[in-house]
C-alpha cells in the first residue's frame, strides 16, 4: 500500500518537471507510505512514490525500472498472483532483481502491453512511463479498490495521483467548486461517475486505463461484469453453488493472507466480517489479531456480537471506543484525508479502529463488497415489495380511492409507522425514480428544489441528481430487477465505501485489503440467480449457506445492520453548535448556495424531533467543512486524537 503521484508536460509546455513541485506531491501523501520515498525525473515527466513496506521489505523500493530502464513504474496496491507468474517471465529472458510484485507488473506489460492488466489478480492502481515510446500507462483495478485521481490542463500535461491533495499541492489547479456535481453528492453521497466536487479533478474509473502521449488522452474499459449472465433458469442444486462459491471465497481469503509483516482483520460481529475470520482462523497456526471500535454509548455499541465471534476462533481481540468529544475533534482532519466531504459518519469509527489496528499490524483483511455483491441491504427488498404491489395497487385502484387510503392509513397509524408510510407504493409512484433513486436519497430532486438558492436553480435545473445510477441501472435492461439493482450500486455506491476504506486506513498507514471483491468470486456472484442473494426475507442467502457449521447461529441469523452512530441525538444536544456554525451559520449563507430558510427549517424539525434529518445535516455540515479547508484555505484546527486501547473484556 503506497501513495504515487506523477506528472507528464506536454510538448506544447516546453518544460522541464519541478523536482520540488514533484517532492511536494509526493510528501503530502507521506501517511500512505511513511517507510520510504522515491523519485524518478526525465525532462518533461517525472514520477513519485511513498511506500509501506508489505512485501519485499528489502528490495522493492520505486520508482522501479525493467532490466534495461527502459520503464518506469510506481505502484499502490498487491498483486496476489505475482509469483505464479515468475517462472514463466524467466523463462521467456526476463530478468528479476527483487521479490516484488511491481516486477512483475513491469515484465507482464513488456510481454503483453496495455492487456498485462488482464493477467493481475488483486487490488492496483500504476503509472508505467515507457521512455521509448514517451507514452504514460496509467491502470486501476477492476472494483476500484485503489483511488487514481487526474487532472488533463488544457495545455495537454497530465498529473495524477493517490489523492487529490497531492494534484493541489502541485497547484495543478485552482481549487474551486463543481457546482454541475452537488445535485448527484448531495443525493447520493458522493458523485456516481469521474467528477469530483473538485472543478477539473477526475478520477479514473475501475476496470478502467489511460493512455498519455503527447498531451493527448485515451481512456478505455478493460473489465466488467454483465447481469445478463446470471443462471436465472439454470436447474444445478443449490449445493453446487454454495460449495463453488465458497471455494472462491476461500482462495480469495488465502490470496490476501500475502505479507512479509503482521496482518490482523477488522471485526464488527455482521456476518461478513465473521464469515472472514471462521476461513480464516483456518489458514494460519497463531490467533488472528482481530480489532473492533464502537461508540461509548448503549445504542452505538455492538461490540458483544465481535466478542462472540472472537471468542468463537480464539482470536487475540482489542477494542476502541470512541467519545463524542474524539469524533468532533477528528471529523476536519478525516475530511482532509478523504479529500471530499465525508458520506457516512462511520468513516470517524473506520479511523480509529485503523489507528487502534496499526499499534499491532500492518495489514488488515475487512467485509466490504458482500453487501452490493448479495443483496445484504434491505432496500433491494423493500424496493422489489415495493415495485411489485404498487404495480397491483395502482392497476387496480383509482386515485380517488388512493388519496382516500393515504387519508385513512396516516389517521389511524402510530406516529413510527406514520413516518415510514410516505416511502411506500401506498404514497409513491409504482416506478424505479420514485420507490428506489428518491426513496433512498439523502435529498429528493424535490427537497433540493427547496434547498438551492434561485441561482444555483437556475444553474442547475437540466442536471438530474440520479443521471449517473440511471446510467448503470439501465445498461443491462434485460437483467431482472435485483441484478440491475446491484449493477448499479457496485458500479457507485461501492466505490464511495472503497474510497472510505482506502483513505482511513491509509490515514493511519495501515494497508486494507477486501477478500470479497477478488474479481473471480465477484464474477460468479454477479452470476448467481437471484434466489441465491435474496431468499424471501433472507438477505445473502449463499453466505449463510456457505458459513453454516463454521459460524455461530447467533451470528448467522443476525439481520444486516448499519454501523450505528448515535449522531441524531448528538445533533440535537452536545453537536448543536456544530449545526449553528457550518449550517446555519453567516459564512454558509454568505456563499449564496443554499436557502436559509430551508436550512433553518432542516435544523428547527430536528432538535424538536418533529423529523429525522441527520443525514441531510451530517451531509451540510460536511459540504461546509471541506469548503472551509479545501476552497477558503482555513488551516485544521488541532491534531487528531489518539483513543487509548479498551481494557480487554471478562
Not at 521479490?99 to 492487456?115: A, C, K, R, V
Not at 479529500?339 to 468513516?347: F, G, M, R
Not at 446491484?486 to 466505490?495: E, I
Request: net charge neutral.
Amino acid at each position: 500500500m503506497c501513495g504515487i503521484s506523477g506528472i507528464a508536460h506536454s510538448p506544447r509546455r516546453k518544460t522541464d518537471v519541478s523536482e520540488a513541485v514533484l517532492v511536494r506531491m509526493r510528501d503530502v501523501l507521506q501517511h500512505r507510505g511513511p517507510d520510504d520515498a522515491g523519485l524518478f525525473i526525465e525532462g518533461p515527466v517525472g514520477l513519485a512514490h511513498r511506500r509501506l513496506s508489505i512485501v519485499d521489505l528489502a528490495t522493492g523500493h520505486q520508482p522501479m525500472s525493467n532490466e534495461d530502464g527502459s520503464l518506469q513504474i510506481v505502484f499502490n496496491g498487491e498483486i496476489y498472483n505475482h509469483a505464479d507468474y515468475r517462472p514463466d517471465l524467466m523463462a521467456r529472458g526476463h530478468i528479476y532483481f527483487s521479490n516484488s510484485d511491481t516486477e512483475t507488473i513491469l515484465h507482464l506489460y513488456e510481454e503483453f502491453g496495455g492487456h498485462c492488466v488482464d493477467h493481475l489478480r488483486g487490488m492496483f492502481a500504476f503509472a508505467i512511463w515507457n521512455r521509448r515510446t514517451k507514452e504514460m500507462f496509467i491502470a486501476r483495478d477492476r472494483l476500484g479498490v485503489k483511488p487514481l485521481y487526474y487532472v488533463h490542463a488544457e495545455d495537454g500535461s497530465l498529473l495524477f495521483a493517490s489523492e487529490i491533495k497531492a494534484l493541489l499541492a502541485a497547484n495543478a489547479l485552482r481549487p474551486e467548486l463543481n457546482s454541475a456535481a452537488l445535485p448527484d453528492y448531495l443525493a447520493n453521497r458522493s458523485t456516481c461517475d469521474d467528477t469530483t466536487l473538485f472543478r477539473g479533478v477526475r478520477r479514473l474509473l475501475p476496470g478502467h486505463t489511460l493512455r498519455w502521449k503527447e498531451g493527448r488522452i485515451k481512456i478505455e474499459r478493460y473489465w466488467d461484469v454483465n447481469p445478463n449472465d446470471a443462471e436465472e433458469g439454470a436447474s444445478r442444486p443449490v449445493a453446487n453453488y454454495v460449495g463453488e462459491w465458497r471455494e472462491l471465497f476461500r482462495t480469495s481469503v488465502k490470496l490476501r493472507l500475502m505479507s512479509d509483516v503482521p496482518l490482523g482483520m477488522f471485526l464488527s460481529g455482521g456476518i461478513d466480517s465473521s464469515a472472514i475470520a471462521a476461513v480464516m482462523s483456518q489458514m494460519v497456526t497463531e490467533p488472528i489479531k482481530t480489532f473492533s471500535v464502537a461508540f461509548n454509548a448503549p445504542e452505538a455499541n455492538e461490540l458483544e456480537y465481535a466478542r462472540v465471534v472472537a471468542q468463537a476462533f480464539g482470536t487475540d481481540h482489542h477494542e476502541v471506543l470512541v467519545e463524542p468529544s474524539d469524533f468532533a475533534a477528528a471529523l476536519q482532519h478525516l475530511i482532509w484525508h478523504e479529500d471530499e466531504p465525508l458520506a457516512h459518519p462511520s468513516s470517524v469509527a473506520l479511523y480509529f479502529v485503523a489507528q487502534l489496528a496499526q499499534r499491532h499490524v500492518k495489514v488488515v483483511l475487512t467485509g466490504e463488497g458482500s453487501d452490493e455483491l448479495l443483496a445484504g441491504y434491505y432496500r433491494y427488498r423493500t424496493t422489489l415489495l415495493n415495485l411489485s404491489a404498487g404495480r397491483l395497487y395502482h392497476r387496480f385502484s383509482t386515485a380517488g380511492i388512493r388519496r382516500l387510503v393515504r387519508g385513512v392509513a396516516a389517521g389511524l397509524s402510530p406516529d413510527s409507522l406514520a413516518r415510514k408510510l410516505p416511502r411506500t407504493f401506498l404514497w409513491r409512484s409504482p416506478d424505479i425514480d420514485a420507490l428506489y433513486f428518491d426513496n433512498f436519497a439523502v435529498f429528493t430532486r424535490h427537497m433540493q428544489r427547496d434547498l438551492f438558492s434561485q441561482d444555483l436553480r437556475d444553474q442547475l435545473e437540466q442536471v438530474n441528481p440520479y443521471a449517473g445510477m440511471r446510467h448503470y441501472f439501465d445498461a443491462h435492461p434485460s437483467a431482472s430487477l435485483l441484478q440491475r439493482l446491484l449493477y448499479a450500486d457496485l458500479k457507485t455506491y461501492l466505490h464511495e465505501l472503497l474510497m472510505k476504506q482506502d483513505q482511513m486506513s491509509m490515514a493511519a498507514s495501515i494497508e486494507s485489503r477486501v477478500p470479497f471483491l477478488d474479481h473471480k468470486l465477484v464474477e460468479f456472484s454477479t452470476a448467481l440467480p437471484d434466489r441465491l442473494k435474496l431468499r424471501g426475507w433472507t438477505t445473502k442467502y449463499v453466505l449463510r449457506e456457505a458459513m453454516k457449521g463454521l459460524l455461530p447461529e447467533l451470528i448467522l441469523k443476525r439481520g444486516k445492520m448499519g454501523f450505528p452512530v448515535p449522531l441524531g441525538r448528538w445533533f440535537r444536544h452536545a453537536f448543536r453548535p456544530i449545526l449553528d456554525e457550518f449550517v446555519l451559520g453567516k459564512r454558509t449563507a454568505a456563499r449564496g448556495l443554499f436557502e436559509p430558510d430551508f436550512l433553518r427549517r432542516l435544523v428547527q424539525e430536528h432538535v424538536a424531533g418533529a423529523a429525522n434529518h441527520t443525514e441531510r445535516l451530517w451531509t451540510l455540515v460536511n459540504f461546509e467543512m471541506w469548503q472551509r479547508h479545501f476552497l477558503d484555505g482555513e488551516p485544521l484546527r488541532g491534531t487528531l486524537p489518539q483513543v487509548a486501547e479498551a481494557p480487554r473484556a471478562r
